[in-house]
């Protein structure tokens, strides 16, 4: 526990230690921590009478008239417990008694029926076969029949406490089975209400029930588990074989299994299904006693001499452990630990397991065998001599929970004793401060009783609320109580916790020093000092009458054997055995020595660490719990709601005003003077201003405990006040946003942070509002509030609410004088402190006045609390350094934007009305920060010509200041272009478009451009005509110059990110490169980067042709390859449709690319396509190419040429082909036949929507020529066809020209 010498105020510190000692309390290994070894055994044994493990409180015997019972001879007898109802059982042939132990002599008898009585059990109902008040059933077992019986518990006046058992009512069912002269040893149930029967045949029965008859089901029927189909077809003289009866079952609910106790001592484990409705034998262990061998060669069960025996079973439930399931007490006291995970999965007991889901488990194997307490020879004393009580131990009844255990070992005919052992705490923190694992230590001791041992069970509330280390259980928890049944009735025992023995040794008639000393020893002095605190400060002692002497001794073992602070290499005297450095508190002193720094570790008091541990386990319950919290009522609307119980509220309040009660009372508890403090021995090392620097440390290390008790005091109070006022109705009006800041405040928060605090004052606040509506005063809200909650009530608050109360009485008085004077009065008070204002007050102070029609007045406390918010104007200099991260300033300037909001929105309200300049430049305009919150608004609301006609003195700052913003950026070409400056407008623009710092996505970054680009065009016009200038300095030259470079930078950028747009656009179609794709909006980027980064490593072939078109990036051989990869992906699509896929592909990309030579070289992809016409010559379709060009925006006679150039080449030579030749031939006939008929029609362009201007320079002598040619061609060819097909277009085109 550390108290250290930063910046953070002494609350937070006294925090920072109750945290850290809460974390420490958290950090004890679990029950499979403790057992890492395959076997264990040490104990130490209890020597002190007061530090007994267990202790007898009381033997309740049996009523006379049960004693007689159970005393014939010739009766039948069994007996066990209901802890759930508080009550015994015992059957005496036919007859069922439930005895009411607490009561003593009180008991139920059930004599309905006939037949012996075998078994009983209490299991859980059905869901919806009984009533809501049965909450048990009742199951009773004979050798004919097997029947149920509904059991009704109610609690009694006192709740279940000591003496009150309640009453218990038995009724009849009218559900049996018939038991076919079966007994059932062993009956268990599940909580999701199945009962499952083992029989004295071996079988495993399951009793199922249901509310009534089904069509094709009983109401209740036995179904034996275990038989197989053919099993109902073999006589039973036949059977040559019975299974193993069962002795005992134990159900484990959460893991979903069922264990089964034989009587060869195996143990099967039946899976009952992820919903608990199967019943699947997972695992039967047939030879636990040699696995035990195995694991530990000292156990010696299972021969001749010590035969194995299970005792007893019991789970371990998953809060203990989540590797070891089970555990099984032999009949020789050994504890044998079983798993149902795999050995890999035990070493992560705290990280993975917990998340892992209930499923059929792996293994059912033995991991660790605890040896009994008196197998260790070395205990030296105690109870016998190992040896010779390890011969004549013998265990027939035992109870596990918890880490502690307690067995029933048969002492003589008349008297058993009760072996009890629970971990050693103390010992086990010791050595985990010594090495990083540690293995279990237990205490244990012995308790002799009366009469034979039936059952044993715990009883009482809260079994669920105690912790493995018995040192962190709060006062506040009850002490651990068993019964003992016997046949002499039930024995009461207590298990001692350490404050339970160091109460017992200090309420000796004389206090032993040195049982102390050794008490001190064992759990060292602050947890000594702790155990103190707890008997002084906790109702729970008072109420047993604690003596004078027993508050006396713990009170001088504070301050006598509390030790004094000291530092770390001293010594000091009253340190205590138990005191090291690990479990003080510790401060550091800082000195310096010729410039050399160093620093000193002060040990706080046993007494100051013991009370860091009692408060920390004090408030644990509710430190990191939620105060306030929203909940939704019936019509599902949010409403606050204390998060916790009122009772646990004033429980440990009540702790709290006990431990300030005694600090008060107690004036050397927090030194104040050197002289009054305890000094070190005189032959110390230290001087006496050293050690008035170890007190000083540890006085202000206890006064800061001390105001943590106080607000902590406090905050419970107006935590009650609030519920008391009925908090869910009065928070029923609060806005969403103040429900949500209100809500999830933790109780460590309400008591230490900035913002409990600020939520403190906002809820005082609802609290005042509420009287106010119900025309209350709230003068008595305000006396308890300060008598309560002091530290929450200031000054300022007074004022505050007298202001309101004037508001409200201005509210109700008829317009004029008396309204007007009560709300200056108001606005008088609240100016004054309006820097304490939070902005949720703010808001509702302005919300009355505008009410009031004071909307001077709401400007007017606006504006003032913004600058007492800030009387430095930090928040001015935050946003002239363009409002860095993580800066102090930040929450000042926020601040002061919440002030300016309650002006914004009443400005906003009346925003269709006459809002004009010249009222809005009547508000005050000295506050620069004020003005831009208002320009702000304007803009947001379409009213930016009022900004620019107000010509305030910061509109100009406001736009340009840094930091610079997307949304600054774009108000500022805005401006410009409202001033007809758009010059300036494209440069910003252009500015946003190539911006690196701004988040914007591509497509608005080419808008950017396009405007850059317009605007520089009208900037140029306006130069030009003698208008508006960017710059005076520059001459009209220069300015147009500048413009034009302005111009033809953009025109170029433009076209660079039309091509990133397509490459982005294709990346996102193609569904995988999302990331890339997002890059590209980040900024724009350059032909080189585009190409590198995206195009070539993604093969993006569109995109590469678009990049070689803007950079004019001549590679014929690169581009003839892409071209081929394109349109041969195309073509072998299975998708698409062949040549007209390839024709659509390449008119899409001409029109985007022609007519650039480096792109959309016109040969090679005239070439590729007729290789495709002729690949593809079943598809083809004379005039595909020439068409295909055509669509591509290629000129009819640039088409012409290129394929007559081809045919020529083809016709003729040595790389002559005649098909290709008159394949190109038929493409030239259908060209120029579309060519005439385009002509002729008017409305078909070569390039459509641009105007060519070679549109009328078709070659028509060359056409002729050419086609002259080709006739002849085809006629040495004699392909008749094809000749008469070009005479015609021959004669056509000389008829038309």
């Not at 009760?418 to 990083?436: D, E, S, V």
């Not at 009208?1018 to 508006?1028: C, T």
């Amino acid at each position: 526990m550390a108290t250290t010498t930063n910046s953070d105020t002494p609350l937070l510190k006294a925090a920072e230690l109750i945290e850290g000692k809460q974390q420490v309390d958290g950090k004890f290994p679990v029950i499979s921590e403790l057992l890492h070894a395959s076997s264990s055994g040490e104990y130490e044994v209890a020597i002190p009478a007061e530090w007994q493990v267990v202790t007898k409180q009381r033997l309740i015997p049996l009523p006379d008239a049960l004693f007689e019972q159970y005393d014939l001879l010739e009766c039948r007898c069994f007996m066990g417990l209901f802890p759930e109802i508080r009550r015994a059982w015992i059957t005496v042939d036919h007859r069922l008694f439930l005895w009411n132990y607490e009561d003593e002599s009180d008991f139920y008898s059930f004599e309905d029926q006939e037949q012996i009585i075998v078994s009983v059990a209490l299991v859980k109902p059905r869901p919806g076969v009984f009533v809501d008040s049965i909450k048990h059933v009742l199951v009773v077992a004979t050798p004919l029949e097997v029947f149920l019986l509904g059991v009704g518990y109610n609690v009694g006046r006192l709740g279940g406490a000591r003496g009150d058992g309640g009453e218990v009512t038995l009724y009849a069912t009218q559900i049996s089975v018939p038991a076919d002269g079966v007994a059932m040893t062993s009956v268990v149930g599940t909580v999701n209400g199945r009962v499952f029967m083992s029989g004295n045949d071996g079988a495993l029965y399951e009793f199922v029930y249901q509310s009534e008859d089904g069509w094709l089901t009983k109401k209740a029927r036995k179904v034996c588990l275990t038989s197989t189909i053919t099993s109902y077809f073999i006589p039973t003289f036949l059977a040559h074989k019975r299974d193993t009866p069962a002795i005992s079952m134990v159900a484990d609910d959460e893991r979903k299994l069922l264990y089964v106790l034989l009587q060869d001592a195996s143990i099967k484990v039946y899976w009952l299904g992820t919903q608990g409705t199967e019943f699947i034998l997972a695992h039967h262990h047939r030879s636990i006693s040699n696995s035990a061998a195995l694991l530990c060669p000292q156990f010696n069960e299972g021969t001749d001499a010590a035969p194995f025996e299970i005792a007893s079973m019991h789970v371990i439930p998953f809060k203990e452990s989540r590797t070891l399931a089970f555990v099984a007490i032999t009949s020789g006291g050994c504890r044998l630990y079983f798993s149902t995970v795999k050995r890999m999965q035990r070493f992560y007991e705290t990280s993975a397991l917990p998340t892992l889901s209930v499923r059929e488990p792996d293994v059912f194997e033995v991991v660790h065998v605890r040896l009994p307490p008196d197998s260790q020879p070395t205990l030296g004393g105690g109870l016998l001599q190992s040896r010779a009580m390890r011969q004549m131990l013998n265990v027939h009844t035992a109870f596990y929970r918890n880490g502690t255990t307690m067995m029933a070992h048969t002492w003589n005919e008349d008297h058993d004793s009760i072996i009890g052992a629970a971990p050693a705490c103390a010992q086990i923190l010791a050595r985990i401060a010594r090495q990083p694992r540690a293995s279990l230590a237990e205490l244990f001791s012995v308790e002799r009783i009366e009469g034979r041992t039936w059952a044993i069970a715990e009883i009482g509330t809260g079994e669920d609320s105690h912790e493995l280390n018995d040192l962190v259980t709060v006062s506040s928890t009850p002490t651990r109580t068993f019964a003992v049944l016997t046949n002499a009735g039930v024995t009461i025992l207590e298990k001692q916790r350490p404050v339970d023995m160091i109460r017992a040794l200090i309420a000796q008639p004389t206090l032993r020093d040195a049982q102390l000393k050794e008490f001190i020893a064992t759990y060292g002095l602050d947890e000594t000092c702790a155990m103190c605190y707890t008997i002084l400060c906790t109702e729970e002692f008072s109420q047993q009458m604690v003596s004078i002497q027993v508050l006396n001794a713990a009170r001088r073992i504070l301050f006598e054997y509390g030790g004094v602070p000291h530092f770390a290499e001293t010594s000091a005297f009253g340190a205590g055995a138990g005191g090291t450095a690990a479990q003080a508190g510790n401060a550091t002193r800082g000195s310096a020595d010729g410039g050399v720094s160093t620093s000193e570790q002060i040990l706080l008091s046993g007494r100051h660490n013991g009370l860091v541990i009692y408060l920390s386990r004090a408030l644990k319950p509710v430190w990191r719990k939620q105060t306030i919290t929203s909940q939704a009522d019936n019509v599902n609307a949010p409403r606050l709601h204390v998060g916790i119980a009122t009772a646990d509220l004033v429980d440990i309040q009540e702790r709290l005003r006990r431990l300030q009660h005694f600090i008060n009372n107690n004036q050397r508890f927090v030194p104040d003077q050197l002289n009054q403090m305890p000094m070190q021995p005189a032959n110390s090392m230290r001087s006496t201003a050293d050690a008035s620097s170890c007190w000083q440390a540890e006085a202000a290390s206890l006064g800061a405990l001390y105001d943590l008790i106080i607000y902590s005091i406090e905050a419970i109070s107006f935590l009650c006040l609030l519920a008391d006022f009925n908090l869910p109705s009065i928070s029923s009006n609060l806005p969403v946003g103040q429900l949500k800041t209100l809500s999830g405040i933790e109780f460590n928060q309400l008591v230490c942070g900035e913002r409990g605090r600020l939520a403190c004052k906002e809820l005082i606040l609802v609290l005042i509002n509420s009287q106010l509506k119900q025309n209350m005063s709230i003068d008595s809200l305000s006396d308890v509030l300060s008598k309560r909650c002091s530290s929450m009530f200031s000054t300022a608050d007074v004022a505050l609410y007298k202001a309101l109360e004037s508001l409200k009485l201005a509210g109700e008085c008829e317009e004029g004088t008396e309204a007007n004077d009560l709300a200056a009065e108001a606005l008088s008070l609240l100016t004054g402190i309006a820097g304490t204002l939070s902005a949720v007050q703010l808001r509702e102070i302005c919300s009355s006045f505008e009410t009031l029609g004071q909307f001077g007045a709401v400007a007017t406390l606006s504006l003032a609390c913004a600058a007492q918010s800030d009387p430095n104007d930090e928040a001015m200099s935050f946003w002239g350094d363009g409002a860095p991260e993580n800066d102090s300033r930040e929450l000042i300037y926020r601040k002061r934007l919440e002030c300016y909001k309650c002006i914004i929105d009443m400005l906003d309200k009346r925003k269709d009305t006459a809002l004009n300049a010249k009222n809005l430049s009547s508000l005050p305009n000295t506050d620069g920060l004020f003005q831009f919150a208002l320009y702000d608004w304007l803009l947001e609301n379409d009213k930016s010509t009022l900004l620019f006609h107000m010509h305030g003195p910061f509109v100009e700052q406001y736009l340009i200041v840094e930091p610079r913003t997307v949304e600054k950026a774009d108000m500022l070409w805005h401006y410009y272009i409202h001033c007809d400056q758009f010059g300036k407008a494209s440069f910003v623009q252009r500015e946003l478009a190539c911006s690196r710092d701004y988040e914007i996505d591509l497509s608005r970054r080419i808008e950017y451009l396009s405007l850059s680009i317009s605007n520089a065009k009208i900037a140029v016009d306006m130069v030009r005509g003698g208008q508006a200038r960017m710059a005076h300095e520059l001459s009209e030259e220069e300015e147009i110059n500048q413009l034009g470079t302005l111009l033809r930078e953009n025109e170029d950028q433009l076209e660079i990110a039309q091509v990133q747009l397509e490459i982005q656009q294709q990346l996102r179609s193609m569904g995988d490169h999302e990331t890339p794709a997002r890059a590209l909006d980040r900024r724009l980027f350059t032909v080189t980067e585009l190409y590198d980064k995206f195009a070539e490593p993604l093969r993006l072939w569109d995109a590469i042709l678009l990049i070689f078109k803007a950079s004019n990036h001549d590679d014929p051989q690169m581009v003839e390859e892409i071209w081929r990869i394109i349109l041969r992906t195309v073509l072998d699509d299975s998708q698409r449709t062949g040549l007209m896929a390839v024709a659509s592909k390449v008119a899409n990309l001409g029109n985007r690319l022609y007519p650039s030579a480096a792109a959309f070289p016109l040969p090679l992809i005239a070439g590729i396509l007729v290789d495709l016409s002729e690949e593809r010559a079943s598809e083809y379709i004379a005039g595909f190419v020439g068409d295909t060009l055509v669509q591509a925006r290629v000129p009819h006679w640039a088409v012409f040429e290129v394929l007559n150039k081809l045919y020529v080449k083809n016709a003729a030579g040595p790389q002559s082909n005649s098909g290709v030749a008159e394949l190109l031939a038929k493409e030239v006939a259908s060209l120029i036949i579309s060519w005439m008929e385009s002509n002729q029609s008017g409305t078909i362009r070569d390039i459509v929507d641009t105007p060519n201007p070679v549109d009328d320079g078709m070659p028509v002598m060359d056409v002729d020529s050419a086609l002259s040619q080709y006739i002849i061609n085809t006629t040495l060819n004699n392909n008749i066809d094809l000749k008469n097909e070009l005479q015609r277009v021959q004669e056509r085109l000389r008829r038309v020209f």
